[in-house]
DNA sequence: GTGGTCTAGACCACA
DNA sequence: GTGGTCTAGACCACG
């Protein structure tokens, strides 16, 4: 009925931290967003079956349900039953602007926090620059 | 006990985020947590009370209390029935290094995601360097 | 996380006494303290639903709620949003000592009423151990 | 105006344990009512005045004025103005009654709690009779 | 005038 | 069908 030939699944990686407090399903949102807004994924990828992501992370299949479900109400995928999950086509525009947005957004929030926490941009600049990537291990966090 | 001599309320300041997502007591529990943890709130200084914050913050008094119960559970805050809410005694050692293991693990999110963004390290400290403190307007900041 | 399959409900009974002055949300945390630190609760255990146990106690979901909060905020209860609430996993060497202390703690108190009371150990024991189980009947003991 | 002789204060020792949950004015209330129900406090003995006993236990003396208030109230102790505050005469048959209704209350609730804590009564006599008087220090212990 | 307790009810988020 | 969030309001306990 539909003789696409499925593309190669995307080498995706999702991480989930049950620590955040951030709800599952929006942290794979986030995720995927974030993939497609900043070019790591592009239209016509394919995207894991619910079936293999909710082994993978050991959670919930309709919490990955939820998670497409959502982001094809965005626009953001699209299903072809039987077939899979796929990146849809958008106007890269408005990701850039989106993108853009996004990283305004979530600096204001972080700069006003670190302020909180009495940490000034020059000490903060430091901190960045000497942060090393060992894994954080806040506590939670399930690499796949 | 004995300390009937009320001290001046402190001028902790509030700000609320209703666009963020995050419930608006989980919100005040993190900032008098960052405060303390900062040093800008100390032992023995007196919070708003409860109706007074309400009424400055236009919400509902059960939600400041919820606040000021889970920090006391948490052994932040000491309650006085009848006389006011206080941030209780506590080691001090223990918060310089409460607050480097907050300003990591949120630096470590952080930094994650600006990856998942597609954003440097190089680019991010020219980004932070040159961020204005322009009123951010997500939508919803109320300052106080 | 996925532990989907729900455990069968713990058969844990509560009492309220009402005529006890000690407020109900206390009175539940104080039991469900006491059955995981004696043993009775163990790691993984399903508490009852929050509207079951304010059907069954006749009183509001909104208590319920609270106790559960309080315990998962002191790290006994973990919640799964959806699915229940469930004893969360602790060391059991602490729950020993705890229980220990406990135990001395309120022997402790009652020892030194009976003492203002004017009643001597040996006196005390002779009480105990005569101590009929007739339905204690304070008042309003809702056994359930 | 008032030509009785003031008796000797009683030497009546209060403790306050802030750890307990229960209010100061409450414990305070017990402890008197327990050493007339008991006999250590007997008809016009005198109790300390307000004043001197809110400078002993450190707190504020409107919560010992509610404590003699109330305790007026039931009857037990009669102020009279200018001169002290001392335990009024009253039947001793009603005392012996409920000392008895108060000790079996009290050993009822007792034992239903080391119940929960899995404490057997055989246990719990040997747990009475190992138990030693060293300063309990529950933590909040004021003696005075 | 403090905070505490409990109820009621509406609406939402999650699995 | 779970629990979570927030509001509203009544009444009480405390100092």
Redesign the interface.
């Known amino acids: 009925m539909n003789s696409k030939i499925s593309q190669a699944v995307s080498d995706m990686r999702f991480?989930l931290?049950?620590s955040?407090?951030v709800p599952l399903y929006?942290q794979l949102i986030?995720?995927v967003e974030?993939?497609v807004?900043?070019?790591?994924l592009k239209s016509g990828d394919r995207l894991p079956t619910i079936r293999a992501l909710s082994v993978e992370l050991?959670?919930?299949p309709n919490t990955i349900s939820k998670v497409y479900n959502e982001l094809e109400i965005r626009g953001i995928l699209k299903t072809q039953v039987g077939n899979g999950t796929f990146i849809s086509e958008k106007t890269l525009e408005a990701d850039k602007d989106r993108?853009e947005m996004?990283?305004n957004?979530?600096?204001?929030?972080?700069?006003?926090?670190?302020g909180?926490?009495?940490?000034e941009?020059q000490e903060?600049?430091k901190?960045?620059?000497e942060?090393k990537e060992r894994e954080?291990e806040?506590g939670n966090n399930k690499e796949l």
Chains 1, 2, 3, 4 share one sequence.
């Open positions: 991480s931290d049950e955040s407090g929006r986030e995720q974030n993939a807004v900043s070019g790591r050991k959670i919930n993108l996004k990283i957004e979530r600096l204001g929030r972080f700069l006003r926090e670190m909180e926490l009495g940490v941009k903060l600049v901190l960045i620059e942060f954080q806040t």
